[in-house]
């Protein structure tokens, strides 16, 4: 059997022509990016990693191989044992480390030698990573985006959930960022991706895309969250044209309860947030809020934060960086119809949505209903 190897462009062409792609990386390398799909097979672990380097440059390079190697061996081992052994002949893995070299080089002469059609990732990860960052360059400008625009608790989020189900193209930026957006936006007890892993995430999203059909994406700032969106496809976005969403302030604050149902229950992780405000509302402010939502007035919380803090800043920037939004054609009283739905979606067309007076629970149901 021969050993393929194939280069970063080649490879991403079509990842899915490979039946596994097996990245054997440390674990913590693996964490912060991999491509997608990848599952992590380490050659060395962490700490074992550490440990040879250590040897390698205090002892001897000779004794670190040595030991490293002894290492690689048993790594491997245990993965043809737990992985491999109910794989079929015709299994075709792509495998890859860092650069391409040594870890991932032992683990597929071993694979190959059993008779696998395996390929090595030329370059390894490092090379992926720089195809990932020069397409992210250029890819935004292959579609026609529609930005849906909107003061927070408008529904954005939630419109562009009920077109995705129905089968339009939506790029969901808060889902591959695991943010809301929002200084208020991380969800108690989870993380956000790192920053490498998030631009994979939205490369590889974008990839999915047609572009012949428009795309969908909601009116985010230049971060979500710590992370930061690819500039080109912000500079896209702000020339797009835009549909804007508007539903009444009661509702509004009502949709954000619901949504952030975890702050309602949780008050002193509402509160811990709140402090991120310190510096732009101050300590008396903040404090005001705070007392609020210790005394259950969360909901009063709530309408402050949206008069005082997010409309006049999102309005702001909205004005600033979406020059469309000064072309809306017309006004949709959007109530659910068919007639309204083909106006709404119209490709090219800049709409101003208000949404009817109804209920929250109300509104997510005509939301899912208008769109199916």
Known sequence: MSLASITATDAIADLSRFDSIVDARSESEFAEDRLPGAVNWPSLSDGERAAIGTEYKQTSPFEAKKRGAALVARNIARHVEGEVMAKPREWMPLVYCWRGGKRSGALATVLDQIGFRVHVLEGGYREFRRAVVAELETLPARFDWRVVCGPTGSGKSRLLAALAAAGAQVLDLETLANHRGSVLGLVPGSEQPSQKHFDTRVWHALRQLDPARPVFVESESKKIGELRVPEPLIQRMRSSPCLWLELAFADRVALLLREYDFFVTDTAAFCDRLDALRTLRGN????????????????????????????????????????????????????????????????????????AQRLVHEFVEFVADLVC
Not at 306 to 325: G, Q, T, V
Not at 331 to 340: I, K, L, P
Request: charged share 20%; glycine share 6%; hydrophobic share 50%.
């Open 284 to 355: 008396v402010v903040v404090d005001a809020w705070q007392e609020k939502a210790r005394a259950g007035a969360t909901a009063d919380v709530v309408r402050d934060l949206l008069e005082m803090h997010y409309d006049p800043i999102y309005l702001a920037s909205m004005n600033r960086n979406f020059a469309c939004l000064g072309n809306l054609a017309s006004t949709v009283h959007w109530d659910g119809s068919e007639a309204g739905l083909v106006e709404l979606l119209q490709v090219g067309h800049q709409v101003h949505v208000v949404v």
